[in-house]
């Protein structure tokens, strides 16, 4: 009985100084090999760590090096590297599980009209513990996830596994997106193409800490709103038709919606620990994200007119609070 050929994956992997959890992260790709399956580690980094190319080589893995800012330039350095069948993704700060990968291809191969597979996510703190069950739940039976997308869902591109031709029938990513390139380029298939469900935890998904990311969430809504705008006016349909008006409307208000919740739900936090610069400061993410949506939440949410108005008369309110004045 004759041997067939390992199945053959780009992996690509951008890194910025984060060599030992880059360690990691290649460890995890290379759990996953087996005689069926074989992988081709490709890193692309636009750090300064000195070891950073020794761990790439140290995993046998082809190191490119940019000076260029962003995640979507380190990822085309590698991207434009790819000779798989298949193409997957790895942040350098996350791991993959040993149920990933397979499924994708078992999948990929039942269905040829199919572009990709996107599997299930397992988000966690620093520690890699998990915060929840995995996600999502299910994606739409015909492969049609564009609208889904649209409206706020981001796959993690850890968990999702492409055909080896995506690259160039799709392009490389917007490398003027700082963030929510991987996004865009998903978007961008999604709405040429269908995609599959795999029902399998497939990616630990590392959150940075509660609250330690203001700035990150203030810039990163902004490409996200440009980039909505982008494809919700590139649809296969023009958007009024395919949508409507209120539809597009609730549409921006999901895709934007984490960034929103972030900062009431830290507003409120800080304003009762006192932290009332702090509070300033998420209120106004709030309503630069979502401006009208803000203003009705302070209308009938007392928690949030209790953060406005204490973050704005700071300790003054706070100690008359406490006097039972």
């Not at 921006?252 to 936090?269: K, L, S």
């Not at 209790?306 to 406490?322: D, F, M, N, P, Y």
Request: glycine share 8%.
């Amino acid at each position: 009985m004759a041997l067939t050929s390992p199945r053959r994956v780009s992996v690509i992997i951008a890194t910025r100084d984060r060599p030992a959890l880059l360690r990691e992260a290649l460890t995890s790709i290379r759990a996953l090999e087996g005689p069926d399956l074989t992988f081709e580690i490709l890193v692309g980094d636009n750090g300064t760590a000195s070891d950073t190319p020794d761990v790439v080589t140290e995993f046998g893995g082809m190191y490119t090096k940019t000076h260029k800012n962003g995640c979507a330039a380190a990822r085309n350095l590698a991207m434009r590297l790819a000779t798989g069948e298949f193409v997957a993704f790895l942040d350098d700060d996350d791991l993959w599980l040993p149920g990933h990968i397979r499924p994708h291809i078992t999948f990929l191969d039942s269905h040829p009209d199919y572009e990709a597979a996107f599997g299930r996510i397992v988000s966690t703190d620093a520690e890699r513990r998990p915060l929840g069950e995995p996600w999502p739940v299910s994606l739409p039976a015909d492969g049609d996830v564009f609208d889904l997308m649209l409206s706020g869902y981001f796959p993690q591109v850890g968990g999702s596994v492409f055909r080896g031709n995506s690259i160039a029938k799709y392009g490389l990513m917007d490398e003027s997106l700082i963030g929510d390139s991987d996004w865009d380029w998903q978007l961008r298939i999604a709405r040429n193409g269908r995609i599959g469900f795999i029902d399998t935890p497939c990616v630990l998904f590392r959150q940075r800490a509660p609250g330690s990311f203001d700035e990150l969430q203030r810039v990163r809504q902004k490409f996200t709103k440009r980039i909505f705008r982008r494809h919700a006016f590139l649809s296969r349909e023009l958007p009024f038709q395919r949508l409507g008006l209120r539809r597009i409307y609730r549409a921006h208000a999901g895709a934007v919606w984490q960034y929103f919740d972030y900062f009431c739900t830290h507003a409120v936090q800080r304003s009762k620990a006192g932290e009332y610069e702090s509070a300033r400061y998420a209120l106004a993410g709030a309503f630069q994200t979502l401006p009208h949506v803000a203003l009705s939440r302070f209308v009938r949410s007392r928690d949030m007119r209790s953060a406005l108005i204490t973050s704005l008369l700071g300790h003054r309110i706070s100690t008359t609070e406490k006097s039972g004045g």
